[in-house]
């Protein structure tokens, strides 16, 4: 026997595994953006499944995969991480034939130009996540792929805001009812929401969209910059606009309804929101995870 | 309006939510186990899902279950987190009226003393955790239980030590040939596999013998205390067993499918081993996620 | 050469070495607190130096020295994190005879039954910390020693609220009047504060103490379960106090010259507040690290 | 009072805080190294000191500063990570007029062209730092600016490879003596080693060089791709060369005093070196804190 034979032993317990690969894998990848070029670091898991009939897999040619796919003159014109992902769930199957199924995941920080209340420039830190599954199905290999963004935000609490509006009515009834159109003190907080769809071949599904509608189902997106006319509208117009972490996974699930009509029913969607509570140690979490189809019902 | 119907608000957006609750409470819980009590520092996730019609959950009743079943007299007789999580899961759809399912995660930092090679006691730490699944059938409250536990150990790689054993025999010819039936070097590693398995009522299925299955699995158990006697004993008895990732889920599949002959086919089960490989930045994984029913064809 | 040398092996380079030990080390620990005994799950680093003149140190003794502390007797009499920290660092140093210097850290999560506004208790979440240093003085052993906590609670920003009454009183003047003496909207945000206090021999400096110091100067603390009432009360009461992170570390400052007239001039202090502002992605953070004489000065 | 005079109002308990300021801010930052311009995804930490007569600091001002760097022109020349934090020090402490003293931290992933023992190109994974800090002396401004690297590698015990070596005299004499001069197994794992060196003006301590010295004093360095020849010449290789994390802290110390003859006495140096120990489920750790002088004597 050759040192080479170890990954072809038969195995003692002859179970086939549903992944088998390398997590954790840190690379520059340089995407082109509209207008743009990026270069993101990435960090990267990399599965196949493994036949029953086989020991081991060849866990080197994954991360080969990855630096050729890195190194290659036409990676420099991908425009979007879930195609680079994409690329890696074909290579994968090409290059472990045993295998039936893999995967690639992709996730890495990235920065958009945004604005303040003002109109002042920010920039902005988002991540984005891509996910490619590829199958054989007869000769052929056929991947199905998803963009995912996370996005930080803030939300202000519907409820706590109707409980001061009472124990201010109980406490202070004149100035109450000045302030019946007014905002009142609410919890408010950091709130992390992540937004997953997939990306059917042929659709114009953009992170950067995906990001904007996150944002806008937010209480305020925030602003690594304010200054203190920009802090003050940002807070008031977050109070403006109390959202429940239910609040702001509807509110994306009705833009994702709105915006991607074109889109089959088939096509998979997660939307979760976590918002840090500001008067817990713990956080609040609402999700969907679901169908285009399940949501136009 | 009184401030109390924020909640029962009709929802702008009209969804339903797989999943609102909390995340990350810290609690600690007294679990009686054979021969002991023992007190964990548990991290616990609680969820229901959401109707359409509903704007908001309660989410200030799921912590109010957790601390009543953490107060009542009768928590003190419960043997397990699983059994716990089951308890939460009930106490949720009771108190959320409006719920079709709900769900409870609790994970903590478990102890247990075992021997070092030469017999000494060394106190080892593993995690358990539990998740309980809840859903109304008729009138009636079904909970579906799984317990899973994570488990530190190390794996010493066969294919690295095949290699050195071809390199030797070019280099160093006599020795290699002294050498055939010695473990020769390879590279080793810390290694967490996780194992979780459904619970069906009435099983004897424990965290403590999951543990053991994988520490079975593994290239060798680590243990905190190890004088120089114990520590080559532990490293030469590793080096005679070398595994890859998918050895040690296989090793541990076979055990499942051997110990729990009584379980239904329906039973889920996953195991995952992860190496934090000492020749690569990057780590190395192999998965099954399955039935009993599976495994047993 | 017996294997047995290979840590008094002169190094091939003669260098000193400020810290060796481990890290990361996980145990129950059972601690006497006033009325009750509680079991904490614990992660300890322990180190001693190590001089030019030897080539590696006893790691194993480390752990033993833990192991045996946590099963002797004796230790089921210690009352406080920061004692069983200073019996570590001693026995480090008569187990490391060729060490001058001895450091071990200990870190475990806390459990306390609070009051929500309405005086319905909670159990709330903190981090213990307790750090001792040993050293040789003549043919005695010198140990100092800290106690730390981490204390998760709640800011409202002063300079928001301002800035949202100026916004106000542009846009709606006549309820800005109304409103001259109530807390306008602000952001606020989860909190998390940090104190550490030398415990020279004989003084009554106590965890628990610190904790209340912390809560009372934050804007708020926060509390696990807030029914409606509760939960107004604590967000209004919280808008009534606004605190900088820089106003939350002075506050504590205060508290602790205040409290502790009798310590000596050269104890320790740290106190850092970090605020997880809702406005931001980022954090802001105040510190002060100093001597109780400075702060009396 | 206008709302602009909070931050100026007198604090009610008067303390300086050692640091005020901002933390976890992310930005994308573009250097020239030798030969090529990368972009770097930087976490970064700016912090002043305020006086006890100012009630808080003006923390946009913080952001503005990094965000100016970012944007301006000559920020496109900057050849180093510690020159970009030497670049914020100074600013900090023109647009803070009442602070003596600044603080920037960098902390970025960075990639490097490596080979394997083959020759064979790999992109290999490493962790920059940068700190400076600002003061005022006379009317000048005066920055000390620090660099540091975090290298991932491999360390083989020599201990247990001795041990393993007495064990097999015992139980193999023949094979034993077969193999006197070939290593042993021993237990290998995961080494995070980091180096962080103070950079005087005009020295020639490059971040680069920093992640060599590592590399050569680990056991091995550790690559993302090893084709089966290259992984046993490397695990064969880490063999013969085991190190304890005290010598792979001596070994950096030495090539550091070889180095940098040149560098003040003053200059100074840390270099912590952790092994993540595949037989145990703690860390090992050696550190080294102190200056070139104190190295040299």
């Known amino acids: 026997m050759t040192a080479n034979d170890v990954h072809y032993n038969k195995p003692a317990a002859r179970f086939k595994l549903t992944r088998v690969g390398v997590s954790g894998v840190r690379k520059p990848i340089r995407v082109r953006r509209p207008g743009k070029e990026v270069v993101l670091t990435a960090t990267i898991d990399l599965f196949v499944d493994l036949p029953a009939t086989q020991k081991g897999s060849h866990m080197s040619r994954n991360v080969e995969v990855l630096e050729e796919a890195i190194d290659s003159a036409s990676a420099r014109d991908i425009g979007s991480l879930e195609e680079y992902a994409a ?24 920065f958009l130009d945004k604005a303040a209340p003002s109109g ?24 199905k792929k998803t963009v995912g963004v996370e996005v930080t935000g803030m ?22 009812k000045a302030m ?51 802090e003050a509208a940002l807070v008031h117009a977050a109070h403006e606009n ?45 999700e969907r995870a679901t169908t285009l189809g399940e949501l136009r019902k």
């Open 120 to 143: 002042r420039k920010t920039t902005e830190v988002y991540r984005l996540t891509a996910t490619a599954r590829g199958r054989r199905e007869g000769g052929r290999l056929v991947v």
């Open 155 to 176: 939300t202000t609490c519907p409820c706590a805001m109707e409980g001061v509006r009472e124990l201010m009515r109980k406490r202070a009834p004149r100035a109450a």
């Open 242 to 286: 109390p959202k429940f972490v239910e609040d702001v996974v509807r509110g994306i699930l009705e833009r994702i309804v709105e915006r991607y009509k074109n889109l089959p029913d088939d096509a998979e969607v997660v939307v979760r929101s976590v918002s840090q509570e500001s008067i817990h140690k713990h956080d609040a979490v609402a």
């Open 87 to 110: 690329g890696l769930a074909k290579s994968l199957l090409k290059r472990h034939e045993y295998a039936t199924f893999s995967e690639a995941h992709i996730g890495a920080d990235y």
């Open 180 to 230: 019946a159109d007014v905002p009142m003190v609410t919890h408010n907080q950091r709130n992390v929401t992540t937004v997953r769809m997939e990306v059917p071949e042929g659709s114009d599904v953009e992170a950067d969209d995906l990001i904007e509608m996150a944002e806008g189902a937010l209480s305020s997106p925030t602003r690594e910059i304010l200054k203190r006319g920009d």
